[in-house]
């Protein structure tokens, strides 16, 4: 069973808010992934880590920052919401190797007035 | 570029077998992934692909063809748990994952 967990899973704030999206997992994954999803529609990469100290940029990162202080921990920064940013975020971990399928976690999703 | 196509819906019966099909694009190829993921969840594994031809895993099948760029989900002996969305991913020569948008599947009764 996957563990990895995501906070708040529902999130409605004001424009031009500060938020973070936490996310842990505790399999000792060295990668983890931060994906942002509209219904019915296909996972969109925001960003990326290979581990400690690695952090990496998706299609989506421009308005975005991740940290990667511990292996367990890949937090998830918007620096001033805007109701663009109205999606379902979810986190996701995986093994380095080749075949290394992704656990995601519930999600968060947020929406900004 | 890089191109992932599947249906964006189907419809089958409780019992019945239903296949869903992926056809991608791309430039660099090293494995395929099918995931499912119910209404208002997060996707769950359910396949990986590397080599061609078919990998069984209970009521679940996965079948891939690297020279056609195809892969194919099949559900056998459906069941009204099985109605979810069913994404197809593979993983590029940089090892990242390009996402399919996802096929519905509506079982019906």
Known sequence: EADIYQTPRYLVIGTGKKITLECSQTMGHDKMYWYQQDPGMELHLIHYSYGVNSTEKGDLSSESTVSRIRTEHFPLTLESARPSHTSQYLCASSELRESGELFFGEGSRLTVL | ?109
């Open chain 2, 1 to 109: 570029g890089q191109n992932i196509d599947q249906p964006t819906e189907m419809t089958a019966t409780e019992g019945a077998i239903v296949q869903i099909n992926c056809t991608y694009q791309t430039s660099g190829f090293n494995g395929l992934f099918w995931y499912q993921q119910h209404a208002g969840e997060a996707p769950t594994f359910l396949s990986y692909n590397v080599l061609d031809g078919l990998e069984e895993k209970g009521r679940f099948s996965s079948f891939l063809s690297r020279s056609k760029g195809y892969s194919y989900l099949l559900l056998k002996e459906l069941q009204m748990k099985d109605s979810a969305s069913y994404l197809c991913a593979l993983k590029d020569s940089n090892y990242q994952l390009i996402w399919g948008a996802g096929t519905k599947l509506i079982i019906k009764p």
